[in-house]
């Protein structure tokens, strides 16, 4: 079964700590995305990867970075987290050009 | 901005055909649709996708206009286990960027 797998299912973190959200996938796949997803305003792209330290800004890149050092990984980094960021966090990978996404199962971050 | 326009929320009853609309009046002519949903609390699932010919496989059925300004997907024999939100995305042809909407909830009545 081809799989994406985020690091953390939940995760709690303070305001102003620097955090880390890991994504893996197996299947060789070249683009690699993050999403973050809010009650009410669906899923917003935050940033993606069409290769190996390739990145592409999203529509709410504002408070986030990237790292894509190898094809498998793709790390979403929030510099300084802020209470604002609290959310659901989903990654996604495509291979070839127009072939199905396939996500994790989310990382449901809480900032306190 | 999602390049396609769906209801909020529609209602089905169970072991019947759930008819999910999408309007994609904008889309280009390399452009797919594509369907996904999203159980509660899981990251999406691909249903199916499409270009200009109607399509089927074991989940659903796409049918797309022949002008292909719009399409539906079909869930032949909804059950509960359909409950979730459905969304129809434009795939720009060589643009990797996928851009989800706010989709449809689709509620199945026992």
Redesign the interface.
């Known amino acids: 079964d081809v799989k994406?797998t985020q690091s953390s299912r939940y995760l709690v973190k303070r305001t102003g700590e620097k955090v880390f959200l890991e994504c893996v996938q197996d299947m060789d796949h070249e683009?690699m995305?993050w999403?973050r997803q809010d009650p009410g305003l669906?899923?917003?792209?935050i940033y993606?990867s069409?290769d190996v330290k390739m990145k592409?800004k999203?529509?709410i890149p504002e408070g986030y970075s990237v790292s894509r050092e190898k094809k498998e990984r793709f790390s979403l980094i929030l510099e300084s987290a802020s209470t604002n960021q609290t959310s659901m966090y989903?990654c996604?990978s495509?291979g070839d050009?127009?072939t199905?996404?396939?996500?994790?199962?989310?990382t449901r971050l809480t900032v306190v | 901005d999602a390049k396609t326009t769906q209801p909020p929320s529609m209602d089905c009853a169970e072991g019947r055909a759930a008819n999910l609309p999408c309007n994609h009046s904008t889309i280009s002519g390399n452009e797919?649709v594509?369907w996904?949903r999203q159980i509660h609390?899981?990251?999406?699932?691909?249903i199916i996708?499409g270009l200009k010919n109607n399509e089927t496989n074991e989940m659903a059925s796409l049918i797309i206009t022949e002008d292909r300004k719009s399409s539906t997907l079909i869930l032949p024999h909804a059950t509960l286990r359909d409950t979730a939100v459905y969304?129809c995305i434009v795939?720009v042809?060589?643009d990797?960027?996928?851009?989800?909407?706010?989709?449809t909830r689709l509620h199945i009545l026992p």
């Open positions: 994406v683009n995305f999403y669906g899923l917003r792209l993606f069409y592409e999203g529509d989903l996604a495509t050009t127009n199905e996404a396939f996500f994790g199962q989310g | 797919y594509y996904y609390s899981q990251g999406p699932q691909y996708h969304y795939r042809y060589r990797d960027k996928i851009i989800f909407g706010k989709g």
